[in-house]
T-cell receptor, first 113, second 114 residues
Framework: DAKTTQPPSMDCAEGRAANLPCNHS???????VYWYRQIHSQGPQYIIH???NNETNEMASLIITEDRKSSTLILPHATLRDTAVYYC??????????????FGSGTQLTVLP | NAGVMQNPRHLVRRRGQEARLRCSPM?????VYWYRQLPEEGLKFMVY????????ESGMPKERFSAEFPKEGPSILRIQQVVRGDSAAYFC????????????FGQGTRLTVV
């Protein structure tokens, strides 16, 4: 699976949009971009995923560049409960099997009051 | 639809004992993944199983660790003769067979070896 690069930490003011970048310059055509987060000591929580089109759900938006070499996770109105480590992961599917997720170091997002 | 259930949530074992960690995947999910998170470190993949089959165990230590996902019942991660370095949070995730789907994680089992 392609390697991802994320900033180690970011701060965001409560109520503002949090934009978390991720570089995945070696991504291949059959790899999806996934975002998970881990709130302290809890199990990772799925946020969103996409292949090449931008995606939006009730939690966040995912913007993938046209060349797919980078993406941005957007939390539109960050709250204190969004403080967590955010992981950007690329994941390949082949032959109908779902490969495991490979977690990097992630970005520690701290939402400030 | 209940989420991924792991038990026990906390487990204390003395050095040399066996630890058994259980994971019940979400209903309809036939893929199970185990991850380990050492203190202050990231999540590391251990093993990927489908019903009655180990698909990828490239992240499993070669000795003392084993995993199974029987036809009936939960997936079990078994650690024999535990050592202090096995102290960690162990997370299980499950996903359905269909590609392009998300994996859902349980709340983990925190193993402490004393």
């Amino acid at each position: 699976d392609a390697k991802t690069t994320q900033p180690p930490s970011m701060d965001c003011a409560e109520g503002r949009a949090a934009n978390l970048p991720c570089n995945h310059s070696t991504i291949s055509g059959n790899e999806y971009v996934y975002w998970y987060r881990q709130i302290h000591s809890q199990g990772p929580q799925y946020i969103i995923h996409g292949l090449k089109n931008n995606e939006t759900n009730e939690m966040a938006s995912l913007i993938i560049t046209e060349d797919r070499k980078s993406s941005t996770l957007i939390l539109p109105h960050a709250t204190l409960r969004d403080t967590a480590v955010y992981y950007c992961i690329v994941r390949v599917f082949s032959s109908g099997s779902a490969r495991q997720l490979t977690f990097g170091s992630g970005t520690q997002l701290t939402v400030l009051p | 639809n209940a989420g991924v259930m792991q038990n026990p949530r906390h487990l204390v074992r003395r050095r040399g004992q066996e630890a058994r960690l259980r994971c019940s995947p979400m209903k309809g999910h036939s893929h199970v993944y185990w991850y380990r998170q050492l203190p202050e470190e990231g999540l590391k993949f251990m093993v990927y199983l489908q019903k009655e089959n180990i698909i990828d165990e490239s992240g499993m230590p070669k000795e003392r660790f084993s995993a199974e996902f029987p036809k009936e019942g939960p997936s079990i991660l078994r650690i024999q003769q535990v050592v202090r370095g096995d102290s960690a949070a162990y997370f299980c995730a499950s996903s359905p067979r269909t590609p392009n789907t998300e994996a859902f994680f349980g709340q983990g089992t925190r193993l402490t070896v004393v």
